[in-house]
């Protein structure tokens, strides 16, 4: 059973560029976290999402941030016209239930805008 | 003033030593949890209290409600116990967002 699996690891963009993270479940987790972690500063809360549905998504910049969780496939997280402040890594969570006890981390993706 | 606060910000101690990170928190909370983040950026969840006192091989963790204080200790500390430990809580009300300590650089030399 494999754990949370974040793809890329490392993921370097210029600045306007759009990058595109993604995050694939434990099996049988339907639902996923996402956090950002800036240098030299604790982890953030972005989105919650089960499958398909976005049920918070109260720490989402309110412009070029959008997560997606589709019925198929990984979940996604999308910047839009990257700016050097989006620097910064970005880790995935999954559990199979809400409240679960356990979370369970991705090994994060590290992304550099240029 | 951050409503999750650790304390101390860095630890470094003699392998063998035993360890205490503390965890404050200003709201309320209907879970607390604690992480590892390894050197390489790895997280790990360790546990997940609401009430009382949890144990998992060397690693204790406690929780006081009335005084919004948790404690993670670490008994007989190794060196591969070196990592960043965070205390994070999820608001009471039903919301699954984590609100995240700065954490805890914690150093432990041979």
């Known amino acids: 059973n494999a754990g949370v699996m974040q793809n890329p690891r490392h993921l370097v963009r210029r600045r306007g560029q759009e990058a595109r993270l993604r995050c694939s479940p434990m099996?049988?987790?339907?639902?996923v976290y996402w956090y950002r972690q800036l240098p030299e500063e604790g982890l953030k809360f972005m989105v919650y999402l089960q499958k398909e549905n976005i049920i918070d998504e109260s720490g989402m910049p309110k412009e070029r941030f959008s997560a997606e969780f589709p019925k198929e496939g990984p979940s996604i997280l999308r910047i839009q016209q990257v700016v050097r402040g989006d620097s910064a890594a970005y880790f995935c969570?999954?559990?199979?239930?809400?409240?679960?006890?356990?979370?369970?981390f991705g090994s994060g993706t590290q992304l550099s805008v240029l | 003033k951050n409503e999750v606060e650790q304390s101390p910000q860095n630890l470094t101690a003699q392998e063998g030593e035993f360890i205490t990170i503390n965890c404050s928190y200003s709201?309320?909370?209907?879970?607390l949890h604690w992480l590892q983040q390894h050197p390489g950026g790895g997280i790990v969840s360790l546990f997940m209290?609401?009430?009382g006192k949890k144990k998992h091989g060397r690693l204790i963790a406690t929780i006081n409600i009335q005084e919004k204080h948790s404690s993670l200790h670490i008994t007989a500390s190794h060196p591969r116990d070196s990592a960043v430990y965070i205390c994070?809580?999820?608001?009471?009300?039903?919301?699954?967002?984590?609100?995240f300590g700065k954490g805890t650089k914690l150093t432990v030399n041979p």
């Open positions: 209290l609401s009430s």
């Open positions: 969570a999954s559990s199979p239930f809400k409240g679960n006890e356990k979370l369970f």
């Open positions: 099996k049988g987790h339907s639902h």
């Open positions: 709201v309320g909370i209907s879970a």
């Open positions: 994070a809580v999820r608001s009471q009300g039903g919301s699954e967002k984590l609100v």
